[in-house]
């Protein structure tokens, strides 16, 4: 059962204790009702401002019991008031130390450099796949929102090499950076790239002649939003089922037909199998559509000879089981 909230008890009491005084004088010393609302309000609050009126024995008895009971209250208030900033401010700190310490336990994440609307989709995509997120946000006025959507989180500039390090970009696999301003998101990668030269740094960028500058500080893909969905609008229009075939793909809802990348372990029993002797067709019922060679070569729509390498990244379109039986065979160690 719930308890009665701490605000409500407390304006409860308060009136209470008005009510009772007032109508004591009333009662008791026969005076205006004014009058017995100031008489217990000055006793009350003891500012010391003495009898407004002559009182009698029974008025004096009354008094003192009053007096105590508006001790009692005030004691109360008091002290529930120190409680709950305390229980506050505890909570506050064990809170704090929990995200650290899951933090710190991280290992192959990734770290989302600013929690707009861009950054918030961003992490909501990445936690839904199952993979560790940590957001650095500067506007400490987000932190309900990061509170509400539970995701592991550090407050203050993303520039700031100590908190990049807290975030634990040593051991981070990529970095998502989308700041307010270009020249923020290419401090970002140059500062992040020293910290963790293997880093695979996405950057936002808002103007064209960003971009040149992003690849040049080392991002290892640049997106314009803007570019972007106009684009997907364009092509929404000349080829609507192209784009619906890659939303269901890209899609969590609407159909278990997704499309993957994986990369090919040394420890993989595919390594050197040509993709007609691997079974991947028949068995997993998945469709290899490309493979990446370590050099960058792209294989689109790979022959039933060709072979699996390492360090090859393959891409493929199947079921979300299927999927995730293919990932265990190529990379067995994942």
Same mark, same amino acid.
Request: proline share 3%; net charge neutral; glycine share 8%.
């Given at each position: /059962?719930?308890?009665?909230?701490?605000?409500?008890?407390?304006?409860?009491? =308060?009136?209470?204790?008005?009510?009772?005084?007032?109508?004591?004088? %009333?009662?008791?010393?026969?005076?205006?009702?004014?009058?017995?609302?100031? /008489?217990?309000?000055?006793?009350?609050? @003891?500012?010391?401002?003495?009898?407004?009126?002559?009182?009698?024995?029974?008025?004096?008895?009354? @008094?003192?019991?009053?007096?105590?009971?508006?001790?009692?209250?005030?004691?109360?208030?008091?002290?529930?008031?120190?409680?709950?900033?305390?229980? &506050?401010?505890?909570?506050?700190?064990?809170?704090?130390?929990?995200?650290? #310490?899951?933090?710190?336990?991280?290992?192959?994440?990734?770290?989302?450099?600013?929690?707009? $609307?861009?950054?918030?989709?961003?992490?909501?995509?990445?936690?839904?796949?199952?993979?560790?997120?940590?957001?650095?946000?500067?506007?400490?006025? $987000?932190?309900?929102?990061?509170?509400?959507? &539970?995701?592991?989180?550090?407050?203050?500039?993303? =520039?700031?090499?100590?908190?990049?390090?807290?975030?634990?970009?040593?051991?981070?696999? &990529?970095?998502?950076?989308?700041?307010? @301003?270009?020249?923020?998101?290419?401090?970002?990668?140059?500062?992040?790239?020293?910290?963790?030269?293997?880093?695979?740094?996405?950057?936002?960028?808002?103007?064209?002649?960003?971009? $040149? +500058?992003?690849?040049?500080?080392?991002?290892?893909?640049?997106?314009?939003?803007?570019?972007?969905?106009?684009?997907?609008?364009? #092509? %929404?229009?000349?080829?609507?089922?192209?784009? #619906?075939?890659?939303?269901?793909?890209?899609?969590?809802?609407? +159909?278990?037909?997704?499309?993957?990348?994986?990369?090919? #372990?040394?420890?993989?029993?595919?390594?050197?199998?040509?993709?007609?002797?691997?079974?991947?067709?028949?068995?997993?019922?998945?469709?290899?559509?490309?493979?990446?060679?370590?050099? &960058? @070569?792209?294989?689109?729509?790979? =022959?039933?000879?060709?072979?699996? $390498? =390492?360090?090859?990244?393959?891409?493929?379109?199947?079921?979300?089981?299927?999927?995730?039986?293919?990932?265990?065979?190529?990379?067995?160690?994942?």
């Amino acid at each position: /059962m719930d308890r009665t909230p701490r605000p409500l008890i407390v304006g409860t009491l =308060t009136v209470a204790i008005l009510v009772i005084g007032t109508g004591g004088y %009333a009662l008791l010393e026969n005076w205006p009702l004014f009058d017995s609302f100031y /008489m217990t309000v000055i006793t009350l609050t @003891t500012v010391g401002y003495g009898e407004i009126r002559e009182i009698g024995a029974a008025g004096r008895v009354f @008094t003192i019991v009053l007096i105590f009971l508006g001790v009692g209250v005030y004691l109360y208030v008091v002290g529930n008031l120190i409680q709950f900033l305390v229980e &506050g401010r505890i909570r506050e700190i064990l809170g704090r130390r929990k995200l650290d #310490h899951q933090i710190k336990r991280l290992k192959d994440h990734y770290i989302v450099c600013g929690y707009g $609307r861009i950054g918030r989709v961003l992490s909501r995509y990445l936690i839904g796949r199952y993979l560790d997120v940590v957001v650095i946000e500067k506007d400490p006025q $987000r932190l309900p929102v990061l509170n509400e959507d &539970g995701v592991l989180y550090l407050i203050g500039e993303a =520039t700031d090499e100590n908190l990049l390090i807290k975030a634990g970009i040593q051991q981070a696999k &990529g970095l998502l950076t989308v700041l307010a @301003t270009d020249a923020d998101n290419v401090f970002l990668v140059l500062i992040a790239l020293n910290l963790n030269p293997e880093l695979f740094i996405v950057a936002r960028a808002i103007t064209d002649e960003s971009k $040149r +500058t992003l690849y040049a500080a080392g991002a290892g893909k640049v997106i314009s939003p803007y570019d972007l969905g106009a684009r997907r609008m364009a #092509h %929404a229009v000349l080829r609507p089922t192209v784009i #619906h075939y890659l939303e269901m793909a890209f899609s969590d809802e609407e +159909t278990d037909i997704h499309i993957e990348e994986f990369p090919v #372990h040394e420890h993989s029993r595919l390594l050197g199998v040509s993709l007609q002797d691997s079974g991947i067709r028949q068995e997993l019922n998945v469709m290899i559509i490309s493979i990446r060679r370590a050099d &960058g @070569t792209m294989l689109f729509n790979p =022959t039933a000879t060709n072979r699996f $390498r =390492t360090e090859d990244t393959v891409i493929a379109v199947g079921s979300s089981k299927s999927l995730l039986e293919l990932s265990k065979i190529l990379n067995p160690v994942r």
